[in-house]
């Protein structure tokens, strides 16, 4: 049961070297060529990237350059509210003092103006 293993012809192996070296040839030459155009597609796509961040950038230094004008800060908000707060007592307390004084002239009763 010994079968022969069938060797190739000498005249041959020249002819099938040539083919397989073409084979690799063509695979590397189609490696490269999707290697190179995936490097060009990857350098346009970084240089509208670069460009969209440049933009970015100038949009985000005029948001800032913009935020004294458009917002107040939350310490000059408290400050300001605290202020106005303090008017407001002030008026209340002056027009409280007012109808006492006109409850005196008019000889009502300070008690009853003052609710």
Do not use: H
Request: one cysteine or more; a negative charge; hydrophobic letters at 45%.
């Amino acid at each position: 049961m010994s079968e022969a293993v069938q060797v190739m012809p000498s005249s041959l192996y020249f002819p099938a070297l040539l083919i397989a070296v073409s084979l690799l040839g063509s695979a590397v030459l189609i490696i490269g060529f999707f290697v190179r155009y995936w490097m060009t597609n990857q350098e346009k796509k970084d240089e509208a990237q670069d460009k969209e961040i440049k933009d970015l950038r100038g949009d985000l230094a005029d948001f800032k350059a913009s935020l004294p004008l458009e917002y107040v800060l939350r310490d000059d908000f408290i400050r300001a509210v605290a202020s106005l707060d303090l008017k407001v007592d002030r008026i209340a307390r002056d027009v409280g003092e007012i109808s006492k004084g006109l409850a005196r002239l008019l000889g009502g009763n300070e008690k009853d103006v003052c609710k």
